[in-house]
């Protein structure tokens, strides 16, 4: 059973450029999670899906970005015109939401962003 | 709203020494909590949870245990080692939630 994979691990962008991240989940997870994680801080909820439908998304999430999960299985975080101030590690995670599992939520090894 | 609170790291033991990390917590509702656990330059991964009062979460020889009465949720180890040498993360999550509230971190130090 592999775990939740993210691609890429790094990037480095130039400010005014658009990134995109990639996530696959756990194998029949049903819910996908976006975080974000800056240095000395805990990760800050961003989204997340319930299969394909986007259910919730934080006031973090300005209009310069934008998460699918078109088929319900792996998703994708682009930011539009990146800031310096968008400089993190953008974590996915992904849970089963089951009676036997209760919901617990796996992690990815993030996706470190750096704006130039 | 939901919030963690977690003792400011950094935190520097010597190997075999008694750890406690204190974690505090204010949430609406009835929280799930949980103890994360972050190696440097990796993701997050779970290290124990508990999800009612008096639930004792345990893992690779961390506890914590769930009291509901002064909203504490602190994570204990009996004798650390070099490799446990990580940031540490508290969180809650209400009932069917969907997101995670983590506190800001706690990094811990062991040393020979």
């Known amino acids: 059973d592999t775990g939740v994979s993210q691609d890429p691990r790094h990037k480095i962008t130039k400010r005014g450029q658009n990134v995109t991240f990639r996530c696959d989940p756990i194998s029949e997870h049903n819910r996908l999670y976006w975080y974000r994680q800056t240095l000395g801080q805990g990760p800050e909820f961003l989204t997340y899906f319930q299969n394909e439908a986007q259910l919730e998304k934080s006031r973090l999430l300005s209009d310069r970005f934008s998460a699918e999960r078109p088929k319900g299985s792996f998703s994708t975080l682009e930011i539009q015109r990146t800031e310096q101030g968008d400089s993190a590690m953008y974590l996915c995670?992904?849970?089963?939401?089951?009676?036997?599992?209760?919901?617990?939520?796996?992690f990815g090894e993030g996706s470190w962003l750096t704006v130039v | 709203g939901d919030s963690v609170t977690q003792m400011e790291g950094p935190v520097t033991l010597s190997e075999e020494a008694f750890l406690t990390i204190n974690c505090t917590y204010t949430a609406t509702g009835y929280p799930s909590l949980f103890w994360y656990v972050q190696y440097p330059g990796e993701g997050l991964q779970l290290l124990l949870k508990?999800?009612?009062?008096?639930d004792k979460g345990s893992n690779k020889g961390f506890e914590a245990t769930y009291r509901k009465e002064t909203t504490s949720f602190h994570l204990e180890k009996g004798s650390v080692q070099v490799s446990d040498s990580a940031v540490y993360f508290c969180a809650l999550r209400t009932g069917t939630a969907s997101k995670l509230t983590f506190g800001t971190g706690t990094r811990l130090q062991v040393t020979l």
């Open positions: 508990a999800t009612k009062a008096d």
């Open positions: 995670a992904s849970s089963l939401l089951d009676r036997v599992s209760g919901n617990t939520i796996y």
